[in-house]
């Protein structure tokens, strides 16, 4: 029996960076009181990992894990999430006092976690990944020990996510068994040679639920403004970006490639579930109050958006779906800073009257408000006119026409927080004040300029 | 295509508002007086910036002029392009000097976040100026959508009691029209020839399905900013709710980007669509003029009253526009101009009045002539004008309007113009109400005109002389781009005479 060659580390490099990174913290921590220690080492490894990504192209591990183009794309969203996330946790963090401080030991894994996914080009090593990924996240959830609602948001996500990835190896198993192969390409081959058999379809549909799952869409998204309420905000924030952007990296390749030949079949039931996720997540949104459950149905609606440049299937919608979670990413992210910033900021009647006293936080939320519905000048008006314009290409204007109704119907959510700020006065009798530092001041200021920037020079991106 | 002055003239007058926008937004709130006098300079500035546009114009010509053309976003081909032909250029004057009343109408009356308001005036300035003269249709997307911005801020942060209810109305009803809009945009970006240059988009002969396709998505955004019966009824809550600046813009200029969407794109990029549709667009109108105005009779809110008699009014534009002939479409411009001017001065008006008394209940008012002379006087004026006395601007837009429409359908012609005597009614009935009668407790003791509000109404007064004594130093303006505009609808099959030989009696 021939010994197995080492295999080339090459294209899994940032994958180390990050996992090496945490195991490193996990240590450190140890020794370290000072917190800042451990958030400049998870920011000096994403710096890191940015400078060598573009040189570390290449297939490995016997063909299961592949870094192309299509995956640094993530990687780079993932990496923006993470610094960011670091960013807005600096300071929150200490305040909510947790018990255990693997706080940023588990930012790093899960967005290794990611970042394999991101890569998988076999559905074990994509399975390995997700794990990681949810595992982390379930405790980054819970990880305020002592307040119920963290613990009940951990334990949700914890059941559910288990479900979801039953499911999951419930489909990959029905998979294996027709095509005797986990390996996406290899699947693609092999089902273009057999018929399409209830059996595929089967799987097929399990593995959309397990996806949807991670994504939260409809009806696979009950977990998601629980445990959005529940996890500290940093968390929240996190959850919102990485693990979806996560779950659209693998919707691309596995349907893309591996169920290429039963298009139709799973367009259809993507389109079913994009439907109804548009529909609950703008709905619900619209009666919530709570911000945070309210950005939780709101990013379930933009999950829905997204995935019709996923449905559409060609090049561009696909590139429009990138596009897409990067503008989501900065426009999330500076929506949360500015929850983080304010005291009191998760109750959406603490925003009345919010614009007289801070005039400067609350323009900055208004930028982010109207990039979320998606009028220019903002990138989330780039960010919804490319994904649009790449979908009707493809012959789904009717789909487009749905999106466009519920996004209408969004516009009345994001700006009663607008409306809030600006238009009423300050009657409720909690008392709000900012909680600044300078590190959260950096997140919001990068959120702000790439959302202005994009939304005014949008040829920086596309 | 040409800019015969050499320098950029219109992007200049979109961005130094925007510009003049961000230094106001950063100044200390506490200078309010530096604020304001920023906010007065800009805006007279961008006044006679815009003046060679009036004087420079070629009338000569139905090209584009003053034309900026750059790459911008080289991937999906669009371009920072812009440009201006007879049917826009009167409406980019219209912007700047309706904008500087705004600000010395606000002057005292505005009292919280003034800095804010000051901001929010000149952005909106800005991006109206840029929605006109826009020849991309991204571009021109971008700023009619962005106007919304400040707009929803204007009516929500400033406005009257129901002002939150008002403002989410008027962003709503926007918001999909617009996106519907967006979505015709993209389709006529893949069938257009990957281009959103309007000049490029032109010259492609598209389906007559896809014509009427496109046609309804541009009406979807179009018709609710005129407003059009029966998506109008954002109008009266966001008119009578919006601060008498935020009245004034929206009367004078916003709505009147609906009109003039319909002949910048819906009539020359889908003419036969245009030509089949032309009698259901006129009988919306004629349904606007006639209910609009008899909702006016009934109302008890002068802001409310007057923003109803816009209905009325912009159904008359429209109908001369779906008219689709030289003189429809001329008075449909004209018109347009006109209701910008009565319409903004009757607003400002009722400003006037509201700021002393601090109601717009026509009930709480009488005898008001014997108080306030000047202001009467000058209200007798808009009054007249808005009911299309002769001597008046409003008679020439609304004769040139009934003769199109009596040209393209003789029932329509005559069921709109009773819409005129309906108006005559409301007008003169309100003008008694408030200013003859029995003496209102309420208005006893309260000053007549100032200086600044004098100043404020004086050019419009001379623009309702000015139009409706000489109306041929604007018609002209027209006369070049409004015939290629209808040679492109009927290919090149021009029946009517030119109207300007009309008006000075030449045949």
Redesign the interface.
């Known amino acids: 029996m021939t010994p197995i060659p080492f295999p080339d580390l090459k294209p899994f490099t940032s994958e180390l960076i990050i996992l090496s990174a945490g195991l490193f913290l996990l240590i450190l921590e140890l020794f370290v009181k000072n917190k800042t220690v451990l958030s400049a080492v998870c920011i000096f490894a994403s710096i890191c990992v940015l400078f060598v990504l573009s040189d570390t192209q290449g297939i490995t591990f016997n063909g299961m894990f592949v870094n192309d183009l299509y995956s640094m794309y993530f990687k780079i969203i993932f990496i923006i999430n993470l610094v960011m996330t670091v960013l807005i946790s600096i300071n929150y963090i200490d305040r909510e006092k947790p018990d255990r401080m693997e706080y940023y030991s588990l930012l790093l894994f899960a967005t290794s976690g990611m970042m394999i996914m991101a890569s998988a080009k076999d559905l074990v090593v994509l399975f390995l990944g997700l794990e990681l990924m949810a595992l982390s996240t379930y405790i980054l959830a819970g990880i305020k020990t002592l307040n119920i609602k963290s613990n009940e948001a951990a334990i949700k996500y914890f059941m559910l996510g288990a479900f979801s990835s039953a499911f999951f190896l419930y489909g990959l198993a029905i998979l294996y068994g027709l095509t005797g192969s986990t390996d996406i390409y290899q699947i693609s081959e092999k089902i273009k040679t057999i018929e399409p058999s209830m059996a595929l379809v089967l799987s097929m549909i399990m593995i959309v639920v397990a996806f949807s799952f991670k994504i939260a869409a409809a009806p696979f998204h009950m977990w998601a403004p629980d445990v959005y309420e529940g996890a500290p905000t940093s968390v929240t924030a996190f959850m919102s970006i990485g693990p979806k952007a996560a779950g659209f990296a693998v919707f691309g390749r596995v349907f893309y490639v591996a169920f290429d030949s039963i298009y139709t079949e799973w367009a259809t039931a993507l389109i079913v579930i994009s439907i109804i996720t548009m529909a609950v997540g703008n709905i619900i949104a619209l009666s919530q109050t709570n911000i945070k459950r309210m950005l939780a149905y709101s990013s379930i609606a933009h999950a829905g958006y997204m995935l019709i440049g996923i449905i559409t299937a060609t090049g561009d919608s696909i590139n429009a779906v990138l596009h897409y979670l990067l503008i989501y990413a900065f426009m999330n992210m500076g929506a949360f800073s500015i929850i983080i910033l304010i005291e009191g900021g998760e109750q959406i009647k603490n925003y009345n009257g919010l614009?007289?006293r801070y005039?400067l936080v609350s323009a900055l939320m208004?930028v982010f408000m109207?990039s979320l519905?998606g009028?220019?000048?903002t990138a989330g008006?780039i960010a919804k006119?490319n994904l649009?314009?790449s979908a009707?290409?493809g012959g789904y204007?009717w789909l487009?026409?749905i999106a466009?109704?519920f996004?209408?119907i969004s516009?009345?959510y994001y700006?009663r927080i607008?409306?809030n700020m600006?238009?009423?006065d300050n009657i409720s009798d909690s008392i709000v004040f900012l909680n600044n530092s300078a590190p959260l001041a950096v997140a919001i200021f990068i959120s702000t300029v790439m959302v202005i920037v994009i939304g005014v020079i949008?040829?920086l991106l596309? | 295509m040409n800019n015969q002055l050499g320098i950029p003239i219109l992007s200049i007058l979109i961005f130094l508002p925007i510009a003049g926008a961000f230094v106001v937004a950063l100044l200390n709130r506490e200078k309010e007086g530096l604020i304001k006098g920023i906010t007065l300079t800009v805006t007279i500035a961008n006044f006679f910036i815009s003046i060679p546009l009036f004087t420079s114009f070629d009338k000569t010509t139905a090209m584009m002029q003053f034309v900026e053309i750059a790459y911008w976003i080289p991937s999906w081909g669009v371009k920072y392009f812009l440009g201006i032909d007879g049917i826009s250029v009167l409406f980019i004057l219209l912007s700047t000097l309706l904008s500087i009343l705004c600000v010395t109408i606000s002057w005292h009356s505005v009292e919280k976040k003034v800095k804010e308001f000051y901001s929010a005036i000149l952005l909106i300035e800005g991006s109206m100026i840029g929605v006109f003269c826009s020849l991309d249709l991204f571009l021109f997307y971008i700023f009619w959508e962005a106007m919304l911005i400040p707009m929803y801020l204007l009516i929500g942060v400033w406005g009257g009691p129901n002002r939150i209810y008002a403002a989410i109305k008027f962003f709503l009803y926007t918001l999909i029209g617009s996106l519907l809009m967006l979505l015709g945009i993209i389709l006529l970006y893949i069938f257009g020839g990957r281009t959103f240059d309007v000049l490029e988009i032109m010259k492609v002969n598209y389906p007559f399905g896809l014509q009427m396709l496109l046609f309804w998505a541009f009406f979807a955004a179009f018709a609710v900013k005129v407003p059009m019966f029966p998506v109008h009824t954002w109008l009266p809550d966001a008119h009578t709710e919006a601060p008498t600046a935020g009245s004034v813009i929206l009367a004078g200029i916003l709505i009147k980007m609906g009109a003039y969407g319909f002949l910048r794109f819906s009539l020359p990029l889908f003419p036969e669509a245009s030509l089949a549709l032309s009698p259901a667009m006129m009988i919306l109108s004629v349904i606007a003029i006639i209910y609009g105005g008899i909702i006016c009779l009934g109302q008890t809110d002068l802001k409310r009253l007057i923003a109803y008699s816009s209905v009325s009014h912009m159904g008359f534009v429209t109908l001369g526009i779906f008219a689709l002939n030289m003189q429809g479409i001329e008075g449909g411009i004209l018109q347009m101009i006109n209701h910008g001017i009565v319409t903004g001065a009757l607003f400002l008006s009722v400003g006037v009045v509201y700021d002393r008394t601090h109601s717009r209940q026509i009930a709480d008012y009488g005898g008001l002539a014997t108080v306030m002379p000047v202001f009467s006087a000058f209200f007798m004026v808009f009054t007249l004008a808005s009911v299309g006395l002769p001597g008046t601007n409003g008679f020439v837009g609304e004769f040139l309007i009934l003769v199109g429409a009596f040209t393209a359908s003789k029932p329509i012609a005559v069921f709109s113009a009773t819409g005129i005597i309906i108006g005559a009614a409301y007008m003169l009935m309100l003008y008694q109400k408030v200013f003859f009668l029995e003496k209102s407790s309420k208005i006893m003791k309260i000053p007549d005109m100032d200086r600044r509000e004098l100043l404020t109404l004086l050019p419009l007064l001379i623009l309702v002389f000015w139009i409706g004594i000489y109306p041929n130093t604007f018609i002209s303006f027209m006369d070049e781009s409004v015939k290629a505009l209808l040679e492109r609808i009927y290919n090149s099959q021009m029946t009517n005479l030119d109207i300007s030989n009309i008006l000075e009696g030449k045949k």
Do not use: C, D, Q
């Open positions: 614009a007289k005039p208004l109207f519905v009028i220019p000048p008006f006119f649009f314009m009707i290409n204007l487009v026409i466009v109704i996004s209408t516009a009345f700006l607008v409306m600006y238009m009423k949008p040829s596309i």
